[in-house]
Every structure is written in C-alpha cells, then in structure tokens.
C-alpha cells in the first residue's frame, strides 16, 4: 500500500478508534462544544463548565457527530456550521431541488407510455378521466389529484395525462428524497447518490411512466422520513441555541415538522394502508428523539389537527358512490360498505398468509431487480455505519426498511416488487449515508501527499455516482422501448371493433380495465358489454365455464382466457379471435374476410433423420383473386382455405403471427393435428412453434376451422430467405404419420420470408468484447449443457463486420467446431451456434487461412469465458432465457422435498404474464407415468411477474416438489414448460434439440 494511503487510511481508523473509545480531548472552548450540539445526533442535556477550559471528558454515544459530518485527524467541522449547507432554501440548494426535479421529470416523460394500459393501471386511467371508484382501498386521494391532470390541456388523450400525474409526483420524490440525504448527511454527494438510486429502480421508474398509486406511496414515505429527519435535526440546534444564548429551557419549540409528519402520514395511510408497517417504526423512531413529546399533550394540537385533515379525503368516497360514480359499489354510500371499501377487508385474508422464512430466499432477487451489486453494497455498508454511529437513525431507516420487507414478502399478491415501494426509499438514504460520510471527510493539511488523497476521496464518491448512472442507462433502453408501445390499445380495441353486435367479452381484470376505458371515455362500442369474471372462491375455470353458460344462450360471447381441458368438455368451438376466443355454438362453413389470395404449385418433401430436405423446386406467384389463398388437399382428409401472415420479414427469435383457414374434407376417424415450421435454405428446420391438436368427435366435414400459430425463428438463425410451411399428422397413430398431398409432399409451402439480422443485443450471463479486425466484434458467450455428452456454444456477435469463418478451439489449440458469421451493419447483431464434445476455451475469426486480430494489440485465438456448473441457456420466444439451473445431486429419496432453481435473464421489457410449470415424472420401463409431481407458479414465487421484467432482469425462481414416500425406484425426470397464463399458450423453446418441453434432468430414486 502507498504510503499516503496508508496514513490516509490509519487516519480514518484512528479516529473511529476514538470516537468507539467515546474519548476525545477538547481545547477549542465553549463555541466548539456548542457547534458540536448544533451537529449532534442526539440531545443531550446542557453541560455547564467554563468557555475554553480544556478538559478530557467522555461524549455520550448521544452526542455524536452526524453520520456523513465526520471528519479525519480530529477535525470536527460539521455541515451544520457552513450558513450554505444549515440553510436549505439558500439558492444553490433549491437550485440543485428544481435541477434534479426537472431532469427526473424529463426522463420519466420522455419514457411515458403513450396510451392507455391494462389491469390496475387502465382501472385509475379511467376513475381518473371519468371521477370514479378504483378498487379498495378507494385511492380518493389519487383520483382527485388524477382528475386534474386528466383534464389538462396537454398531450394526445386523458390516459397520457393520467400517465404523466405519475412522471410529476415520481420526479418530486426524487427531488424530495435528494433535499432530504442532503440535510441528513450534509452532503450535495449523498443527496445525488440517493436520488439515482431511487430514481434509476427498476419498479421506481416502470411505476413513474405508467398510471400507478406507487409514485405517491413512495412520495409520503419520502415526506414522513423527511419530516422526522428535520424535526429532530431542528430539536438539535434549538437546544444548541439555548446554551449559545442561555436561554431557559421554557422556549416555544418549532413543531412545523411535527404537524408535517402527521399530515403526510395520514394522507399516506388514506392513500394505501401499506404505510402502516413502516409507520410503526416511524412512531417509535419520533418518540426516542423527542421524548418530552409523551409529556407535553399541549403538543399534540397541531398533529392531531393535522392527521384530522389528512382524512378529509375520504368524504369523496361516499359522495361519488352516492352519485353513482363509475366502478364504485353500490354500497358505498352506506357506513358498512365504506368501513369495508376503506379497509379493504377482502385482501384482509392475503396477509401474513405465507411462511416468512421460506421467503427469505427471495429477498437478494427482489433488490438486484431494482438495483445493481455496486449500490447494494454501499446500502449495506451505509447501514453498517449508521448501526455504529447513529442508532437512532439506523432505526429509522434500518428498521423502515426490515418491516416493510418483512410484511411483504409475507403478502400473498403477485406484485411483491411494487409493494416494497416505501423499503426503496430508505434504501436509497442508506446509500446516501456513506457517500455524505465519504465527502464529509477532511484532508489534514499535515498530511503527506493531501492531493493524492483527495484523489481517491474523489475517485470513490465518482464510484458510488457512476453505480447509480450505470443503473440508469441499463434501465434506459427498455423504458424508451415500452414508451413506443400501444400494446393495450392494440389488444382492446381490436378486440372490440371485431366483436359481434351486441355481444358479450367476459374479460379477466388484466382486459377488462382497457375495454372499459375505450367505451366510457372514448365512446367505442357501447352495443358490446364487457364483463369481468371475478373469482368464486370455487376453481377458476369452473367459474369461467360457468359465465359462459350462462351467456351462450343469449349472446355472442367472447372469452379472453382458455382453459384447454374445461372447455373442451364443452359444446361449443373456440375460435381465435385475435389473442381472446369467439366462442360458437354452431360450426363455420364459410372461410373469414382478408384472406391474401395465392397459387401454389407444390413438389415434394421428404424425412431424413429428423431434417427436412429438399427433393424439388417450388414456385409461387401472387394473384389479384379474391378467393381463398389455397385449396390443398392433404390425404383427401384436410382442405387448406387460406392463410393471413402478418407480417413477410421477421428478425430471429421475434414472432411470426400465422392465420390459417382449413377444413375437413371428410368426417375424420382418428384425431387430428396441424404445425406451421419455417425451413431454411439448407431445408433444416430454423423455428419453434406450438402444434394445434382437434379430437375427431369434435370436427364436422366441411366445417371451417381457424387456427392461430406463432412461429419464432431460432435465436441462432442466419439471416436468408426461408419457406413457410404447413401440414398436418395423425398424432395418436404410431409414429404420428403426416398426411401428404396428391403428389406426395407432406407439407404445403405457403410463402417465404425473408429473415434479417436482429436488430436486438442478446443478453448473456458472459459479457465480453473481442472487436476482430474488419469486424464484427464478439459481445458474449454462453452454453447449453442440457443434452447429455454436448455442450452447446452460442455467440453473440455485433456489426459492423464482414462475413467470416469462426473456429472453436480447446487449450491446446485443436479445432472443436467451424461455422460462419454472416455480414453485420452497425446495430445488427446474430448468434451462432454450435454443437461441441465439450467447451472450448478459444476462438479465431479466419481471413482466408490466416487468423484475424483482435482488439488491435493481440493475434492468434481469442479466450472464452468457461461455463460454470448448472449453466444452460435455453431462449424462450423472445421474451426470456433459462440461464442456469440447480437441481438434486445423487439419488432422490421417497418422501423427499425437492427444489428446482431456475435463473432466468429478460430479453426485452415484457407485456404478457407467463407462468413457469415445473415438473417430477417418473417413468415406467414402458414409457408410462408411474407418478407425476407438477408445480406452476408466476415466477419468484410469485413475488416478481413476468410483466415487470425489462431487458436484463435477473431473476431467480424457485420451485418445491416433492418425491412420493411410496415412489418407486425409477428414473425420474424433470421438466419444464412456460405458458401464457391467460391464453395457456406455450411459449416456445428456441432449441431444435428439445421440443415444446425442455429437459431438466434425469435422477434415479433410491430404494426403500
């Protein structure tokens, strides 16, 4: 160690050995004791003795400096005794508070969604527009303040206004929080540092740009802690005051940040009784700095006045249920139904409702989704500090923190990363605390080499900056994406313009709240009635085919939700209607409208060992007809009508959405199913997608049957044109043999697609950057070692670059694979693929014969990140990726509780809710199921939904199995599968190798 860091080391020790002593001499006299009260972290009683005495005395833990006013080599200046700092409305702080309100401002703005929203968010864009009743505990607060940005003469509709009421009060919290570290440390680097913690959490910001009550929640928990912060610090230098000036002790105290506190507090807890968890511990908190409090009911006037006023919000409830106001209920008006509206006595059963200890787990996930490792360290050594040198404020904020924690990760709600709102705000205080400590450190001018030290003074407070700027810019991209998306108009109003006169849309909450929107505010089909299903307390399905009995009879319906074995108990046909389902009571026998018409003259396709080849040319040329797309016959059993594809170029791993119209050309004796693949121009098979399986009892002949395929093009795709094709097999047939045309194909091509290079970056567990000479430059690595004796290696490439050979090689140089990367322009990127023996540790880009350079200094073979145990990687769609997994090692006891770990990464900010279903099954020698153990869950046990996630989402998901006691010594296998939790659609694994269901392991069970 340098030995100016040395000393600048020992300095800092030295003094906390001294301040942990409790000795510190004093020659400076009475100002210096008094400055040290006005900077105290307590209030301890007057000392009388004579100015400039010196004397060795003992401070009482009490009477410490304020975490971040400490200063090195003994110098006890505090911030409290600059005017510019003690006073906070001088210019250059309100300066810094309107600078960092309109920067938050900006960005949340500039990454608003444009439009309206579903479930939650779509219910307060319309109680906001229309005056309404959201859903317990009323939000009257909210849809006041709601109301009147809705009805500002500013952006394109009152959904976009609503949006932006969450931007404002967001960037105040900012703001607020800012002004707040800054007072409580002394420090403009703590301010900024607990601002872009806040402000750059993944949940902070998705809550800041969307229509949300969680700005708010966390903006009084800001103002509760602010208030408590500075009437303590305002109780201090009162008292330092009082011995400056010998004053007695009858003084009227300054209790404007008591009635504050309770203000904030009672509008916080009207607003959302979540705060009460904290709150406890800010009552606790307020009477240990100010005991005399509990002395002195004169004192209590002005908050209780205070809290009373706080509660006037709630008259609004009564008023608009009385009026009859939009989703309120109809009891609102009554005492019972406000007390059980107010309440929000129907949740009362999801608290506490799980086991705190087996949530634990969960709590790392939970903060690295909202932070990075850089800023949860500072957390924590911010706590460790304050725990040592301030315990009081260590509970405030320590203890905040724990509570609200606690509560939640024991509440049984799917939206546990929302709910810890008021737990980031401490958070980001605690990160302020050693940054304001840091700055607040004093350079000796004795000191050898004081510049050097001021360097690295420096260089740390830039770390802990740059952490909180890293975690913006990470956060950026997706937020700018979502900020484009119309994802929810999309859905409701197609889904409404398309519906049937008169019809009836039983929607789930997620739909419903759009739907409503689109009709109340913006008058779009009033004929159609959209009807939430709520739960029954009974099986959910059942409910669900319960509302559609009791409507079929009446009115066209339309169901948003599929539950594949209920309703295929049912009598009726379920036909795509978009994403939701038209459900008809008779058949179709006439094809849909918008069917682009095409001739196809058809060769023939051949299986060899599972890829496709190629055995004549094919040939398509569009018409100007207007009659179906294809008249096919496939084995004189399935007629093809026509077929709509959204869109004729794709990007790998984004979804091609296939409408396909076909009919039964005869009644059929053996069930029947149909697949929609994508062929590259070697004829392999380059896509994933879900097959549609029709039991024969349940398709009449001449009967016109939609289906809806989405096709993804591999991850690992090269860009090309590819053929679209479809077909159709016998699925309960030995070999589920295909049915063929009269010429003998067993597929019919319908187009071709032409596949560009992804204009997405893969996210991957092994960052790297290896730029090749000429390009393109190597962003990353990872490997699949889900097949048993392969490991899977893919690549990550990004443009500019020219086509080139790759070699894999192990450590001793010997060639393990080739393949090629295509030609990339700037912002394209690809991945490549290949299947090895096992990992290589090298990899070379080849010009002719001779190796490329890289990164201009280097030649030869550049180093791979090696994998690490349980590493896959398995890309689902284009939404998420299985990147390792933590299984049982050795043989599985009967009557033994398993976990499954799955670690995923998000590719891009979601907008559909997926479940992850796991499974334990073990096999008979014959292939049957001997017993079956599955478990399907929202990921993180719930605690984070797949529609929080954005782009690079680390989140890992747990999942408890148990092996039967009476299981029999068989293999058993795990599985996954991950669906639409609306649709119950399969998101489909992008891995040729493994089918709809991925493998997660083999493991024997022992004998008994």
Same mark, same amino acid.
């Given at each position: 160690?340098?030995?100016?860091?040395?000393? *600048?080391? %020992?300095?800092?020790?030295?003094?906390?050995?001294?301040?942990?002593?409790?000795?510190?001499?004093?020659?400076?006299?009475?100002?210096?004791?008094?400055?040290?009260?006005?900077?105290?972290?307590?209030?301890?009683?007057?000392?009388?003795?004579?100015? %400039?005495?010196?004397?060795?005395?003992?401070?009482?833990?009490?009477?410490?400096?304020?975490?971040?006013?400490?200063?090195?080599?003994?110098?006890?200046?505090?911030?409290?005794?600059?005017?510019?700092?003690?006073?906070?409305?001088?210019?250059?702080?309100?300066?810094?508070?309107? $600078?960092?309100?309109?920067?938050?401002?900006?960005?949340?703005?500039?990454?608003?969604?444009?439009?309206?929203?579903?479930?939650?968010?779509?219910?307060?864009?319309?109680?906001?527009?229309?005056?309404?009743?959201?859903?317990?505990?009323?939000?009257?607060?909210?849809?006041?303040?709601?109301?009147?940005?809705?009805?500002?003469?500013?952006? @394109?509709?009152?959904?976009?206004?609503?949006?932006?009421?969450?931007?404002?009060?967001?960037?105040?919290?900012?703001?607020?929080? *800012?002004?707040?570290?800054?007072?409580?440390?002394?420090?403009?680097?703590?301010?900024?540092?607990?601002?872009?913690?806040?402000?750059?959490?993944?949940?902070?910001?998705?809550?800041?740009?969307?229509?949300?009550?969680?700005?708010?929640? !966390?903006?009084?928990?800001?103002?509760?802690?602010?208030?408590?912060?500075?009437?303590?610090?305002?109780?201090?230098?009162?008292?330092?005051?009082?011995?400056?000036? &010998?004053?007695?002790?009858?003084?009227?105290? /300054?209790?404007?940040?008591?009635?504050?506190?309770?203000?904030?507090?009672?509008?916080?807890?009207?607003?959302?009784?979540?705060?009460?968890?904290?709150?406890?511990?800010?009552?606790?908190?307020?009477?240990?700095?100010?005991?005399?409090?509990?002395?002195?009911?004169?004192?209590?006037?002005?908050?209780?006045?205070?809290?009373?006023?706080?509660?006037?919000?709630?008259?609004?409830?009564?008023?608009?249920?009385?009026?009859?106001?939009?989703?309120?209920?109809?009891?609102?008006?009554?005492?019972?139904?406000?007390?059980?509206?107010?309440?929000?006595?129907?949740?009362?059963?999801?608290?506490?409702?799980?086991?705190?200890?087996?949530?634990?787990?969960?709590?790392?996930?939970?903060?690295?989704?909202?932070?990075?490792?850089?800023?949860?360290?500072?957390?924590?050594?911010?706590?460790?500090?304050?725990?040592?040198?301030?315990?009081?404020?260590?509970?405030?904020?320590?203890?905040?923190?724990?509570?609200?924690?606690?509560?939640?990760?024991?509440?049984?709600?799917? #939206?546990?990363?929302?709910?810890?709102?008021?737990?980031?705000?401490?958070?980001?205080?605690?990160?302020?605390?050693?940054?304001?400590?840091?700055?607040?450190?004093?350079?000796?001018?004795?000191?050898?080499?004081?510049?050097?030290?001021?360097?690295?003074?420096?260089?740390?407070?830039?770390?802990?900056?740059?952490?909180?700027?890293?975690?913006?810019?990470?956060?950026?991209?997706?937020?700018?994406?979502?900020?484009?998306?119309?994802?929810?108009?999309?859905?409701?109003?197609?889904?409404?313009?398309?519906?049937? =006169?008169?019809?009836?849309?039983?929607?789930?909450?997620?739909?419903?709240?759009?739907?409503?929107?689109?009709?109340?505010?913006?008058?779009?089909?009033?004929?159609?009635?959209?009807?939430?299903?709520?739960?029954?307390?009974?099986?959910?399905?059942?409910?669900?085919?319960?509302?559609?009995?009791?409507?079929?009879?009446?009115?066209?319906?339309?169901?948003?939700?599929?539950?594949?074995?209920?309703?295929?108990?049912?009598?009726?046909?379920?036909?795509?209607?978009?994403?939701?389902?038209?459900?008809?009571?008779?058949?179709?026998?006439?094809?849909?409208?918008?069917?682009?018409?095409? +001739?196809?003259?058809?060769?023939?396709?051949?299986? #060899? /060992?599972?890829?496709?080849?190629?055995? $004549?040319?094919?040939?398509?040329?569009?018409?100007?007809?207007?009659?179906?797309?294809?008249?096919?016959?496939?084995?004189?059993?399935?007629?093809?009508?026509?077929?709509?594809?959204?869109?004729?170029?794709?990007?790998?791993?984004?979804?091609?959405?296939?409408?396909?119209?076909?009919?039964?050309?005869?009644?059929?004796?053996?069930?029947?199913?149909?697949?929609?693949?994508?062929?590259?121009?070697?004829?392999?098979?380059?896509? %994933?997608?879900?097959?549609?399986?029709?039991? =024969?009892?349940?398709?009449?002949?001449?009967?016109?049957?939609?289906?809806?395929?989405?096709?993804?093009?591999?991850?690992?795709?090269?860009?090309?044109?590819?053929?679209?094709?479809?077909? !159709?097999?016998?699925?309960?047939?030995?070999?589920?043999?295909?049915?063929?045309?009269?010429? %003998?194909?067993?597929?019919?091509?319908?187009?071709?697609?032409?596949?560009?290079?992804?204009?997405?970056?893969?996210?991957?567990?092994?960052?790297?950057?290896?730029?090749?000479?000429?390009?393109?430059?190597?962003?990353?690595? /990872?490997?699949?070692?889900?097949?048993?004796?392969?490991?899977?290696?893919?690549?990550?490439?990004?443009?500019?670059?020219?086509?080139?050979?790759?070699?894999?090689?192990?450590?001793?140089?010997?060639?393990?694979?080739?393949?090629?990367?295509?030609?990339?322009?700037?912002?394209?990127?690809?991945?490549?693929?290949? +299947?090895?023996?096992?990992?290589?540790?090298?990899?070379?880009?080849?010009?002719? +014969? &001779?190796?490329?350079?890289?990164?201009?200094?280097? $030649?030869?073979?550049? @180093?791979?990140?090696?994998?690490? @145990?349980?590493?896959?990687?398995?890309?689902?769609?284009?939404?998420?990726?299985?990147?390792?997994?933590?299984?049982?090692?050795?043989?599985?006891?009967?009557?033994?509780?398993?976990?499954?770990?799955?670690?995923?990464?998000?590719?891009?900010?979601?907008?559909?809710?997926?479940?992850?279903?796991?499974?334990?099954?073990?096999? /008979?020698?014959?292939?049957?199921?001997?017993?079956?153990? @599955?478990?399907?869950?929202?990921?993180?046990?719930?605690?984070?939904?797949?529609?929080?996630?954005?782009?690079?989402?680390?989140?890992?998901?747990?999942?408890?199995?148990?092996?039967?006691?009476?299981?029999?010594?068989?293999?058993?296998?795990?599985?996954?599968?991950?669906?639409?939790?609306?649709?119950?659609?399969?998101?489909?694994?992008?891995?040729?190798?493994?089918?709809?269901?991925?493998?997660?392991?083999?493991?024997?069970?022992?004998?008994?």
């Amino acid at each position: 160690m340098p030995p100016s860091i040395d000393r *600048f080391t %020992g300095c800092i020790l030295g003094q906390a050995v001294g301040d942990a002593l409790g000795f510190r001499r004093d020659h400076r006299g009475h100002q210096r004791r008094v400055q040290r009260y006005r900077g105290c972290a307590g209030e301890p009683g007057p000392r009388r003795h004579r100015p %400039g005495q010196p004397r060795l005395r003992r401070t009482p833990r009490l009477g410490r400096a304020p975490v971040g006013a400490q200063t090195s080599c003994a110098t006890h200046e505090t911030p409290m005794t600059k005017p510019r700092i003690r006073n906070p409305q001088s210019a250059i702080s309100s300066l810094l508070i309107v $600078s960092l309100f309109i920067g938050s401002l900006f960005i949340y703005t500039a990454t608003l969604l444009p439009d309206i929203l579903p479930a939650d968010s779509g219910e307060f864009q319309l109680v906001a527009a229309t005056a309404g009743v959201a859903h317990p505990p009323g939000y009257p607060l909210y849809t006041m303040l709601g109301w009147l940005f809705a009805h500002l003469a500013v952006g @394109p509709n009152p959904a976009w206004r609503v949006n932006l009421f969450s931007a404002v009060t967001a960037a105040a919290t900012v703001a607020l929080v *800012f002004h707040t570290a800054r007072r409580m440390t002394g420090s403009a680097w703590g301010g900024l540092a607990a601002a872009l913690t806040l402000g750059s959490a993944t949940t902070f910001w998705a809550t800041a740009t969307t229509a949300s009550i969680r700005p708010l929640v !966390a903006f009084f928990t800001a103002l509760c802690l602010h208030a408590l912060i500075t009437h303590r610090a305002s109780r201090i230098t009162q008292h330092a005051s009082r011995i400056m000036q &010998h004053a007695t002790n009858s003084q009227p105290s /300054n209790e404007r940040y008591l009635a504050l506190f309770a203000l904030s507090l009672s509008l916080g807890l009207t607003h959302h009784l979540s705060l009460l968890f904290p709150a406890s511990v800010f009552i606790i908190y307020l009477t240990l700095v100010d005991p005399a409090l509990l002395r002195q009911p004169r004192r209590w006037l002005k908050p209780i006045g205070a809290f009373a006023l706080g509660l006037l919000v709630l008259v609004y409830l009564p008023l608009r249920g009385a009026a009859s106001a939009p989703l309120a209920p109809p009891d609102l008006a009554t005492l019972p139904g406000f007390l059980e509206h107010v309440l929000a006595r129907g949740f009362r059963g999801d608290m506490f409702a799980l086991n705190l200890f087996d949530r634990l787990v969960l709590l790392p996930t939970l903060l690295r989704f909202q932070f990075n490792p850089v800023l949860l360290l500072t957390a924590l050594l911010g706590a460790l500090l304050l725990l040592w040198r301030d315990r009081r404020l260590a509970l405030l904020l320590v203890g905040s923190f724990l509570v609200h924690t606690a509560a939640t990760l024991t509440y049984r709600a799917p #939206q546990t990363v929302e709910y810890e709102m008021p737990a980031y705000v401490s958070l980001a205080l605690l990160v302020a605390i050693l940054c304001g400590a840091i700055s607040n450190l004093q350079i000796c001018k004795s000191a050898s080499k004081p510049a050097s030290l001021r360097v690295c003074k420096s260089a740390i407070l830039v770390i802990f900056l740059a952490a909180g700027l890293v975690n913006l810019t990470a956060h950026l991209p997706s937020y700018g994406a979502l900020s484009q998306s119309h994802d929810a108009r999309i859905y409701a109003e197609t889904l409404l313009r398309d519906a049937p =006169a008169d019809a009836v849309i039983l929607s789930n909450w997620h739909w419903a709240t759009p739907m409503w929107y689109l009709q109340r505010v913006e008058g779009l089909r009033p004929d159609v009635t959209v009807r939430y299903v709520a739960p029954r307390g009974e099986p959910l399905a059942q409910t669900w085919v319960s509302m559609i009995e009791e409507h079929v009879p009446q009115q066209p319906v339309i169901v948003v939700r599929y539950f594949e074995h209920e309703y295929n108990d049912l009598p009726y046909r379920f036909e795509p209607l978009g994403e939701a389902f038209l459900v008809r009571t008779t058949p179709r026998f006439t094809p849909p409208p918008g069917l682009t018409p095409l +001739d196809v003259t058809l060769g023939e396709f051949s299986v #060899q /060992n599972g890829m496709w080849s190629r055995l $004549s040319s094919l040939s398509e040329r569009q018409t100007g007809k207007s009659a179906p797309l294809l008249h096919q016959e496939l084995g004189e059993q399935v007629v093809l009508l026509g077929y709509r594809l959204e869109t004729d170029g794709a990007e790998p791993s984004h979804p091609l959405v296939l409408t396909l119209a076909w009919s039964p050309a005869v009644t059929p004796m053996a069930d029947l199913a149909l697949f929609a693949q994508l062929l590259g121009p070697d004829g392999r098979l380059w896509s %994933g997608a879900q097959d549609r399986l029709h039991p =024969a009892d349940r398709l009449v002949a001449g009967e016109v049957v939609i289906e809806r395929f989405v096709v993804y093009p591999l991850l690992h795709a090269p860009p090309g044109d590819y053929v679209l094709i479809v077909g !159709a097999y016998l699925p309960a047939e030995p070999g589920a043999p295909r049915l063929t045309t009269a010429d %003998g194909a067993d597929a019919v091509r319908l187009t071709t697609v032409r596949l560009r290079p992804s204009t997405l970056r893969p996210v991957t567990r092994h960052p790297t950057f290896v730029r090749f000479a000429g390009g393109p430059t190597l962003i990353g690595a /990872n490997y699949d070692t889900g097949v048993p004796g392969q490991v899977r290696v893919y690549l990550h490439w990004a443009g500019p670059g020219v086509e080139a050979t790759l070699r894999l090689l192990d450590a001793s140089g010997v060639v393990l694979g080739q393949g090629r990367v295509p030609t990339l322009e700037r912002g394209q990127y690809t991945t490549t693929a290949l +299947d090895l023996s096992t990992a290589p540790t090298q990899v070379v880009l080849l010009d002719g +014969d &001779h190796p490329r350079r890289w990164n201009l200094l280097f $030649s030869g073979a550049a @180093p791979l990140p090696s994998p690490s @145990p349980g590493e896959r990687y398995v890309p689902f769609g284009d939404a998420l990726v299985l990147v390792r997994f933590d299984g049982p090692t050795g043989d599985l006891e009967p009557g033994a509780d398993i976990t499954l770990g799955l670690h995923f990464l998000g590719v891009r900010p979601l907008e559909r809710d997926y479940v992850v279903s796991t499974a334990l099954t073990s096999l /008979n020698p014959d292939g049957t199921w001997a017993w079956r153990d @599955p478990h399907d869950s929202v990921p993180a046990l719930g605690a984070i939904p797949t529609l929080k996630w954005i782009r690079g989402s680390a989140v890992f998901d747990p999942h408890q199995l148990t092996v039967p006691s009476d299981a029999s010594p068989v293999p058993v296998v795990g599985s996954l599968v991950i669906y639409d939790h609306f649709t119950q659609t399969p998101l489909s694994p992008l891995d040729e190798r493994l089918g709809p269901v991925v493998p997660l392991g083999t493991w024997p069970v022992a004998s008994p």
